[in-house]
């Protein structure tokens, strides 16, 4: 799918404006609520120079090569965004690296879900229990250690925020430990393996759910 020329001029134009604006948050019973201005306000200029080029961008931790976030602008109204992202089933759909997901339960917040990466020659599989909260707009999830996995950790989140009517600002967050497997593995799930996951997931939702890896 063909970015259009006009969406990265209104990542720029938008991006100033918020930036600029600085925080817009209030105040609820459980603290500060967080928004697409306020998230932005809070980042480095090269990373919203970064994000206003590209409409992703990835934050490393350099002391901790087990765990990466991002940001990445969706150009989809939040509620279709949310409405995608929590099909976790899908996944397959954009990430070429996930060579099966099949769903073993389903709950009312969410599911248990058996995957299996294909990485060079080495198959990978593991079972995550997907927690989907549609009041917060946020999908999270964490490995389920009463069944077998060939991963020592895996953990990780997709929080939404509405920027306008037509456009979704996305905070990205997962961890990867492969423990006791090659080394090699480790920077591939999380360095290596998460833009490519970030910009076909951005085309698929863009494209509301068509698109295809």
């Keep these: 799918m063909r970015v259009a020329r006009n969406s990265r001029c209104f990542a720029a134009a938008l991006l100033g404006c918020l930036a600029a604006a600085g925080p817009a948050s209030a105040q ?3 603290g500060t609520v967080v928004t697409a201005r306020s998230i932005l306000a809070e980042q480095p200029q ?3 120079d970064e994000l206003e080029s590209k409409s992703w961008v990835m934050i490393e931790d350099s002391a901790d090569a087990t ?3 991002a940001l990445v602008i969706f150009e989809a109204p939040l509620d279709r965004s949310m409405r995608l992202i929590s099909q976790t089933g899908r996944q397959v759909e954009f990430r070429p690296e996930l060579k099966a997901n099949d769903t073993l339960e389903t709950y009312e917040d969410g599911t248990l879900e058996r995957q299996r990466l294909k990485i060079m020659f080495t ?3 593991y079972h995550l229990r997907y927690h989907v909260d ?3 707009h946020r999908v999270s999830w964490d490995l389920d250690t009463s069944r077998e996995n060939d991963l020592k950790e895996v953990s990780g989140y997709w929080e939404l925020y509405a920027i306008d009517e037509s456009h979704t600002l996305v905070k990205f967050g997962t961890r990867v430990d492969v423990g006791s497997l ?3 593995l480790q920077d591939y799930a999380t360095r290596k393996n998460v833009p490519k996951s970030l910009q076909n997931a951005r085309r ?3 494209s509301d759910g068509t698109w295809r890896h």
């Design 204 to 206: 698929w939702v863009n």
């Design 134 to 136: 549609f009041e917060a």
């Design 28 to 30: 609820s019973a459980s």
């Design 123 to 125: 198959s990978i599989v």
């Design 46 to 48: 090269d990373v919203l």
């Design 182 to 184: 090659p080394g090699f």
């Design 67 to 69: 765990f990466v976030t």
